[in-house]
């Protein structure tokens, strides 16, 4: 059988699935990615690519591929959102800050795609 973990953000911490095979096998929630057990399959929910300012083109060319299901595809963060530690609160980035962008790697908002 073939394990595999499907990982999730959940506020501050990481939901995940184990299946084992084609059933589901248990779920629970970690603090830290390097708590995950060793697994043949990982696979973890974020983004991989910041855009500079507003929806990358990825995120709006996905979105009209997927025509009724587009309220699924959610658009990556601008770098800013992520990167700026003096943006705390809702009002400051006008909701647009998702939960997880303040629990991510620091050096995340060094990458970006826009295309």
């Known amino acids: 059988m073939t394990l595999a973990l499907g ?7 990481w939901v995940v699935a ?11 929630v970690v603090e830290r990615l390097d708590e995950l057990p060793t697994a043949q399959i990982v696979g973890v929910d974020m983004f991989v690519a910041l855009g500079r300012s507003g929806p990358r083109q990825v995120d709006r060319w996905c979105r009209r591929e997927v025509g009724k299901l587009s309220s699924s595809v959610f658009n990556a963060p601008p770098r800013r959102i992520v990167t700026d530690s003096s943006l705390h609160t809702y009002d400051e980035v006008r909701g647009t800050r998702p939960v997880m962008a303040r629990y991510l790697a620091p050096d995340m908002g060094t990458h970006s795609q826009d295309s």
């Not at 990982?7 to 911490?13: I, K, N, P, S, Y």
């Open 18 to 28: 184990a299946v084992d095979g084609d059933q589901l096998a248990d779920v629970w």
């Open 7 to 13: 990982v999730d953000g959940f506020g501050a911490r």
